[in-house]
């Protein structure tokens, strides 16, 4: 077994583990989080304006995103359907959907409706719409444009005993779950 840990921003401490097999070369990666709690709020909120729609979303796995004066609700289910956008690029997505579903929508009055403030809201945001996430995991984040333009990192350092003690936590994981099964 191999395994690194990595310190993603805004999601947290991650274990990546890969299992090879030497007989057949079958692969199986893994990630897992460290710390179940984030360090951000688990609600966070900001009116969508010509200040913020560059701001980054990070929106992590368990979270949901709202646009409550649309009806719009994007629950962010799994580890790979997690999303690092600009607000902007979220309000584009939301259009696209609205585009794709407008055909066989109950209300297309309504989704006619919701693609006209999402088209004026892109070219020139008022501040009529707002973004709320909802992370109860506390790892998802809604960055400024001005910080993470600046691109800030920094490198975690774990030591040997500590990623040794989380590849055993992992396999005995591994081997609850098959003994579950």
């Not at 790979?80 to 259009?95: A, C, P, V």
Request: include cysteine.
């Amino acid at each position: 077994m191999l395994y690194k840990s990595v310190d993603i921003p805004y999601i947290g401490a991650m274990v990546l583990s890969t299992i090879i097999c030497i007989k057949c070369g079958f692969k199986v990666t893994d990630f897992w989080m460290v710390f179940e709690k984030g360090k951000y709020e688990d609600f966070q909120k900001v009116k969508i304006t010509k200040s913020t729609i560059n701001d980054l979303i990070c929106v992590s796995a368990g979270s949901k995103i709202i646009v409550p004066e649309i009806d719009a609700e994007i629950d962010v289910i799994t580890f790979d359907s997690q999303d690092i956008t600009t607000i902007e690029g979220l309000l584009w997505e939301l259009k696209k959907s609205v585009e794709i579903m407008i055909e066989t929508a109950e209300d297309r009055a309504k989704a006619e409706r919701i693609l006209k403030i999402l088209d004026s809201e892109l070219k020139v945001p008022t501040g009529k719409l707002t973004l709320v996430i909802e992370d109860p995991n506390k790892h998802s984040a809604i960055i400024p444009h001005k910080y993470w333009v600046q691109r800030v990192e920094r490198e975690r350092e774990f030591t040997q005993e500590y990623l040794d003690l989380m590849g055993k936590k992992i396999i005995e994981k591994w081997k609850d779950a098959a003994i579950k099964s």
